[in-house]
């Protein structure tokens, strides 16, 4: 059996924001699909999430694993803030997908930007948020439900681009038939309960739409960060391949859903950060 993607994304600028720090990448021939969110000021952000995409793009059809092309597009980040004043200090998050036409899919994962998936009924987030919040909730000082509300959930205890190397997540996958997955940043999930998604990813069946109408969602609770969405839909189909489409504004159709949160902040871990320098360029 091959199994098909097809794929839609939308991202928007959100409510408050002046411009859109997120990025992201779908590449039908290589199988690889990623959400950056961009942080550092005046045009840091956008550089960062857009020169981590491409250094991905490039050191995953150099061969990379996920993994070390996560590394790769670190390092990318890293050297364009020392070697421009006016970058310093940027970062962005990453969290990026490698699929093949068998259903495997291996996610590389740093930062808050966050990978879930929907299969038959469930909704389940399969990444863990490099944030403060959920550092506490791991403690025991936290739970999910005060997270949700706690003012300190933007801010985010690992990104790309502060130093050279990077820890990076990997998570696999098997995919079947009828699965869809999810790819967002945080501007997406501080406006919507996990609930709300999942409600709006279980109604609308075309990914594009379900795209579209979640930044919507999102707009309409308030939009106070970028968002960008992806969802991946697994279809059974011995042509293979991905199916894309991508959509820069949102549609008409408005769902309001209340919620609200501060742009995303980096903040020094509540426990000590395990550093990996592994692949440098």
Partial sequence: MSLRLQVGAAT??????????????????????????????????????????????VAFVAGAPIDEAVIAANDAVHEQSVADPNLRGMGTTLT??????????????????????????TFDRVTT????????????????????????????????????????????????DGDRLLLCSDGLTTMLSEDAIATFLADEADPTAAAVRLVDAANAAGGVDNITVIVIDVVDDDAGGVDSVDVDAPADEVIPVPSGDEPTQLVEPAKPRRRWFGLRR
Avoid at 12 to 19: E, K, M, S, T
Avoid at 96 to 112: Q, R, Y
């Fill in 129 to 176: 948020d490099h944030s403060l919040v959920e550092e506490l909730i791991q403690a025991g000082e936290l739970t999910p439900e005060e997270a949700e509300r706690d003012p300190r959930r933007s801010q985010i205890t690992r990104a790309l681009g502060l130093e050279r190397g990077v820890l990076v997540d990997v998570i696999e996958l098997d995919l079947s």
């Fill in 12 to 57: 928007d600028v959100g409510q408050v924001r002046d411009h859109n720090e997120d990025d992201y990448l779908v590449d039908d021939d290589l199988g690889l699909i990623a959400v950056a969110d961009g942080m550092g000021g005046h045009r840091g952000g956008e550089v960062a999430s857009a020169a981590a995409l491409e250094a991905l793009r």
């Fill in 96 to 121: 990026a997908g490698s699929f093949d036409d068998e259903g495997h899919v291996v996610l590389g994962h740093v930062g808050d930007s966050r990978a879930y998936l929907s299969r038959d009924g």
